[in-house]
């Protein structure tokens, strides 16, 4: 059975203290996870290794929300795979679409950050997903294959069933819009179809595929019960603890 993960992304929001307070919540109403569910909290930089201290369920695990494509070097205010393992992050979200968006992140640059976050041993969360102008062109097939192909089709069986794909249709971030359960369902069996065809059926049905984009405590129980949906990676309904809880609570068991 496929990992079933609920995934926080706060993105550049909330204090310390904010931080601090939210995690608390968290850590308070985190109902009892299976050992097939996870919950993840994607924190900003500066609050990894402190409030990596703070939690003590061992239900939460956190991630970074980014890493720098090279190894080391002089790359003022940026941030490497090195150090996020030198204080045990255990996952890095990678490629979300703000990133390639305002930071110009290409399909090349997230394939070395894989690489980076496998040979450290810290799991990838990979973003993929098409804008609104693909989506209505009905491209969005060929759109999110090829990020899967240019980032991720390098990388042998074994390294590929160590990667979380998130897809996130860029028209439904924080938009209020999410897709159908239908839709998300029909693009995750695509991503699956794809990589069963480069990777196998093994390595394809034991990967976890998140969907990203609007999911609320009142949804989420929805779009997680398809077959091809493994939990979420989710941005403002993260920032409210009432509401991550509820979105935990509807993962699959
Ligand atoms: C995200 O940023 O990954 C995301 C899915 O945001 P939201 O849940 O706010 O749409």
């Known amino acids: 059975m496929r990992k079933q ?9 909330k204090t310390f203290r904010e931080g601090q307070s939210l995690l608390r919540e968290l850590e308070t109403g985190m109902p009892q996870l299976t050992s097939n569910q996870s919950v993840v909290v994607a924190l900003p930089f500066p609050y990894l290794g402190m409030l990596k201290l703070e939690i003590h369920s061992k239900s939460i695990q956190i991630a970074a929300q980014n890493c720098h494509h090279a ?9 490497s795979v090195v150090m996020l393992k030198s204080i045990d992050v255990p996952y890095c979200i990678i490629g979300h679409s703000e990133r390639r968006e305002y930071f110009h992140e290409t399909n090349a640059q997230l394939a070395d950050k894989i690489n980076h976050c ?6 990838p969360i990979f973003c993929c997903g098409e804008p609104l102008a ?10 999110v294959e090829a990020q899967l192909n240019e980032s991720l089709f390098h990388l042998d069986e074994a390294a590929m069933q160590k990667i979380v794909i998130a897809y996130e249709p860029i028209w ?8 159908s359960s239908d839709q998300a369902q029909e693009m995750h069996a695509h991503i699956r179809g794809v990589l069963q065809k480069q990777f196998g059926s093994t ?3 034991s990967i976890s595929i998140l969907y990203g984009g609007s999911v609320k405590g009142s949804n989420a129980a929805e779009i ?9 990676l989710v941005g403002g309904a993260s920032l409210i603890a009432e509401e991550f809880l509820k979105i935990v609570a509807a993962l699959k068991q």
């Open 203 to 205: 390595v394809a049905s």
């Open 118 to 123: 496998l040979a450290a041993d810290i799991t």
């Open 172 to 179: 439904a971030i924080g938009t209020g819009k999410t897709a």
């Open 5 to 13: 993960i609920a995934a926080a992304n706060w993105k550049m929001n």
């Open 71 to 79: 190894r080391e070097g002089a790359f003022t205010g940026e941030v």
């Open 224 to 232: 997680f019960s398809q077959p091809d949906v493994d939990g979420g």
């Open 134 to 143: 693909v989506r209505e062109a009905n491209n969005q097939n060929t759109f």
